[in-house]
């Protein structure tokens, strides 16, 4: 495992160096999305509405900040689980997201997907919550600010630690899905929503 220093803006450089399992500090920009606001962008996305913000070249984190306390940016902000997001991630992949931060496994399919695209996803680890508000600088409100802490936040990181799950040599982190083939962007599991492009 070797311990690597990246920056946004992310750039093929950057990434093509990385290997699962390695130890990533990530300085730059994270939007923060769960559940409900990657409905309001997929439904917004299918009736071809302008998105309110360009998810080219940003790294998507599946958090949903707590208050914060007097004197702080940011509550806890730990990862929530990625698998609750696997339907809604191939838009964003079409779209041009180079990275998203979360826990535990993915989707086969999907993680074909990641493959395909070499888009990468990296781990955070859960109940860390309040040691990753330290490394957080700034949190500005992005969009869908009624969903309060489901809200999309861009927020500001420096040396935000992170492991690399899926890189871009198709490597996987959970070696049971390590020699899964690349799938089509028609072939999905029964219980992901139909691929964008199909509207």
């Known amino acids: 495992m070797k311990t690597i220093k990246i920056h946004s803006p992310l750039t093929n450089a950057q990434l093509k160096p990385l290997k699962v399992?390695?130890?990533?500090?990530?300085?730059?920009?994270?939007?923060?999305?769960?559940?409900?606001?990657?409905?309001?962008?997929?439904?917004?996305?299918?009736?071809?509405?302008?998105?309110?913000?360009?998810?080219?070249?940003?790294?998507?984190?599946?958090?949903?900040?707590?208050?914060?306390?007097?004197?702080?940016?940011?509550?806890s902000c730990g990862p929530t689980t990625s698998e609750r997001m696997d339907a809604y991630t191939y838009f964003l992949i079409d779209k041009g997201v180079k990275a998203f931060v979360g826990k535990g496994e993915r989707s086969a399919a999907l993680?074909?997907?990641?493959?395909?695209?070499?888009?990468?996803?990296?781990?955070?680890?859960?109940?860390?919550?309040?040691?990753?508000?330290?490394?957080?600088?700034?949190?500005?409100?992005?969009?869908?600010?009624?969903?309060?802490?489901?809200?999309?936040?861009?927020?500001?990181?420096?040396?935000f630690p992170l492991i690399v799950g899926i890189d871009t040599h198709r490597q996987y982190i959970y070696s049971r899905f390590q020699n899964i083939p690349v799938l089509s962007g028609e072939n999905r599991e029964p219980n992901l929503i139909p691929h964008p492009k199909a509207y």
């Open 21 to 75: 399992s390695d130890l990533v500090f990530y300085t730059g920009e994270l939007y923060t999305m769960r559940d409900q606001a990657h409905r309001r962008l997929f439904e917004l996305y299918k009736r071809k509405k302008r998105l309110p913000f360009d998810p080219a070249g940003k790294v998507i984190y599946y958090c949903g900040p707590t208050p914060a306390p007097r004197g702080a940016c940011i509550g």
């Open 111 to 159: 993680v074909g997907y990641f493959f395909k695209h070499k888009c990468l996803y990296f781990l955070a680890v859960g109940g860390a919550g309040a040691y990753y508000a330290q490394r957080v600088s700034r949190c500005e409100s992005v969009c869908f600010k009624d969903l309060g802490p489901e809200a999309v936040y861009k927020l500001s990181v420096h040396d």
